[in-house]
Each structure stands twice: as C-alpha cells, then as structure tokens.
C-alpha cells in the first residue's frame, strides 16, 4: 500500500563539485532556476531479463505523462543513497526490493534539462540496477502505466521517438554499457 507522507520533503543541495551545500523544499526546487541537487533514477529488471518502463503521472511537476525508468527520487537529507532507493520502490510502485539486489551502474550521471513549461531539471542523479520477481502496483500520483520491455527495444524506442520518454531516460540507456542486451 502507498502511503503519503505529510511531513515537508526535503532534497540536497549541491555545489558544481557535487558537494552538499544546504537543502531546500522539494516543491520549491524544480522551477525555471532549478539549482543542482541530488536524486537517483533506477531501472528494475525481472527473471527474464525484461526491464521495467513507467509513465508518469499527469500530474507531475516536470514531464507529465512521458516514458521513463523504472522510478526515480531524491534522497532525504542524510540518507544513504540506496536506502531512498528501496524507499521509493515501495512508495511509487509497491516493490519491496532486496539490497543485494541493487547496483549502481552510473554512479556520476548528471544531467540538466527544460520541460516544454520551462520547468529545469538539474541533477546528479546517480543510476541504479535493481531485480525483482514481483509485479508492481503503481502508485496512481505517481504513475498512470508501465510495462515491461527488452533492453534492446527500449533503446531503440528511446532513440527513435525520443519525445515519448523523458530525456534523462534516452541518456541513461545510451550511457550504460551494463544496460542488459
């Protein structure tokens, strides 16, 4: 079951070296002046080697509606990074990951980019490989569909209709080499 935390949720805040400077609301940091803080994306995998692809929500902030990874966050101030992994597996898709179960395949990925509202995101957002033997049950604020898919197909998805899916996804499959075949 998903559950919605009342309390205020914060992100990090970063300098250009990646070093943490601060935090600030997590609904006052994705503007037009976005400042670098720190998230995570993760693609989760099943037995069969299929990765597991969301639509956002119609109602998020940045990319509404589009294609992307399996799921992705910030971590709470001193958080270790792994733990807001689990925390939003369960939270956005009711999977209950194993730790052992979790990777980082590109542990310095950074990216900025504009939404057609001019919302910025600008992130170090490092990447993580998870598997599960479970289907996910969305959460509905937070994704409206999902599938599974082959890599392969994925990649080619995202390289030839790259306006389906949000534009951190197209560089993370084009940048990961342990992105399954």
């Known amino acids: 079951m998903h559950t919605l935390d009342l309390t205020e949720e914060l992100v990090v805040l ?3 070296d990646g070093r943490e400077i ?8 994705h503007s037009t002046d976005t400042p670098l803080h720190l998230a ?18 119609l109602g998020k902030k940045t990319w509404p509606g589009v294609w992307t990874n ?14 807001g992994v689990l925390r939003r597996a369960q939270f956005e898709l009711g999977l209950t990951l194993d730790p052992a179960d979790i990777s980082a395949t590109l542990p310095d990925f950074r990216y900025r980019a504009v939404d057609g509202s001019g919302i910025v995101e600008n992130e170090i957002c490092p ?9 996910p049950v969305p959460n ?17 998805a995202a390289r030839d209709a790259p306006w389906a899916f949000s ?10 080499e342990s992105f399954r075949a």
């Open 70 to 83: 399996s799921f992705c966050g910030h971590p709470l101030p001193g958080e270790a990074l792994h733990l």
């Open 40 to 57: 995570f994306s993760c693609h989760v995998f099943n037995s069969v080697g299929e990765v597991l692809v969301t639509r956002r929500a």
């Open 140 to 156: 509905p604020d937070e994704v409206i569909e999902f599938a599974w898919t082959t890599p392969s197909a994925l990649r080619r």
């Open 127 to 135: 990447v993580y490989i998870a598997t599960t033997a479970s289907e």
């Open 22 to 29: 601060g935090t600030a609301p997590k609904y006052s940091v």
């Open 167 to 176: 534009p951190w996804l197209g560089l993370q499959v084009s940048e990961m």
């Open 14 to 16: 970063l300098d250009e």
